[in-house]
């Protein structure tokens, strides 16, 4: 059984920031691939932001130049580092992990999920 717990999260001004942490638990192969995405009151869940084994990253646009996504391979952890965060970032954002070789966007692992709220 796998478990993947998230941190972080909360109440930030505009132009704050947040860190959010996912650790992976229990029996897996190896998490080759993190995944972060979000939804808002009232929409569908989106994508954030991904990153592989080798280190690439991929982003949406919204959030280019703003957030980082990285991955802690000893450790089973991904985060993702929010700064000059805005209104429009107020979302529950869930955490995604890979377990396996070769990725065709789907996942296998879900966090509980964390709600980030952006206050004026």
């Known amino acids: 059984q796998v478990q993947v717990v998230q941190s972080g999260g909360g109440l930030v001004q505009a132009g704050g920031s947040l860190k959010l942490s996912c650790a992976a638990s229990?029996?897996?192969?190896?998490?080759?691939?993190w995944g972060w995405y979000r939804q808002a009151p009232g929409n569908e869940r989106e994508f954030v932001a991904t990153i592989m084994s080798g280190g690439s990253t991929n982003y949406a646009d919204s959030v280019k130049g703003r957030f980082t996504i990285s991955r802690d391979t000893a450790s089973n952890t991904g985060y993702l580092e929010m700064n000059n965060l805005k209104l429009e970032d107020t979302a529950v954002y869930y955490c995604?992990?890979?377990?396996?070789?070769?990725?065709?966007?789907?996942?296998?692992?879900w966090g509980q999920g964390t709600q980030v709220t952006v206050s004026s």
């Open positions: 229990g029996s897996f192969r190896d998490i080759t691939v």
């Open positions: 995604a992990a890979f377990d396996g070789g070769a990725w065709y966007g789907t996942f296998d692992y």
